[in-house]
């Protein structure tokens, strides 16, 4: 079953605000990989965070891991119409299995 | 291009009659696996291969068959579906290790 849950499940915001979305776990992850997918694709990786309290920043994107590896968050600044769609988290526990959260689907209000 | 291919896209059956959804990769990548999307369940994985011949189930494999004789193809198979088999399928392909997955475009299956 998921050992990742992702809150909040959805997330309505105003174009231009900033938002945030969490990925938790009750144990130590190996390692976080982020997956947007838009409305009616499929899911795209966005990034892998590896290293206790690693940030990483995509233009107006920035990920993170928490210090003590059970958690990640995705924080979107500036949101635009083209950040619509459900972002995923996923901990890779081993070479074969990729386990997701169910998703934080974004909507914006123009 | 570097790609996952499925097909079709949407499919409509009905109880009991066999289908088969087709995957098929061309970056060579050893790993495939399929998945299945449901609201507020995220994506769970039904079955995976490591390599040629090389087959394991996931989280939700029952109901499910696959097979891997060549490296680029990886077909899922529904031998008797049944309508909580209505859902989402994406099949995905990956190097080794953590590397990130590739996925299809999907697959919108409705057994009625």
């Known amino acids: 079953g998921q050992q990742v849950m992702q809150i909040p499940q959805y997330q309505h915001v105003q174009e231009g605000e900033d938002f945030t979305t969490y990925c938790n776990s009750s144990?130590?992850?190996?390692?976080i990989q982020w997956y947007k997918q838009r409305p009616g694709g499929h899911p795209v990786f966005l990034i892998q965070?590896?290293?206790?309290?690693e940030v990483k920043k995509q233009k107006r994107l920035t990920f993170q891991f928490g210090e003590a590896k059970k958690n990640s968050s995705l924080h979107i600044t500036a949101t635009q119409t083209t950040d619509v769609g459900t972002y995923f988290c996923?901990?890779?526990?081993?070479?074969?299995?990729?386990?997701f959260g169910a998703g934080t689907t974004v909507t914006v209000r123009a | 291009e570097a790609q996952v291919t499925q097909n079709p896209r949407y499919l409509i059956t009905v109880t009991g009659k066999k289908l088969t959804v087709t995957c098929s990769q061309n970056?060579?990548?050893?790993?495939m696996s399929w998945y299945r999307q449901d609201p507020g369940l995220g994506l769970r994985q039904i079955y995976y291969?490591?390599?040629?011949?090389?087959?394991d189930k996931g989280d939700v494999p029952e109901g499910y068959k696959v097979s891997r004789k060549e490296k680029r193809n990886f077909p899922l198979i529904l031998e008797s579906p049944s309508p909580n088999q209505t859902s989402l399928y994406f099949c995905?392909?990956?190097?080794?290790?953590?590397?990130?997955?590739?996925f299809g475009n999907g697959t919108r299956l409705t057994v009625t």
């Open positions: 965070l590896v290293k206790s309290g």
């Open positions: 996923a901990e890779a526990t081993n070479d074969y299995k990729l386990s």
């Open positions: 144990t130590t992850l190996s390692n």
């Open positions: 291969s490591m390599n040629v011949e090389v087959t």
């Open positions: 995905a392909s990956k190097r080794g290790g953590n590397s990130p997955l590739h």
């Open positions: 970056m060579n990548h050893e790993y």
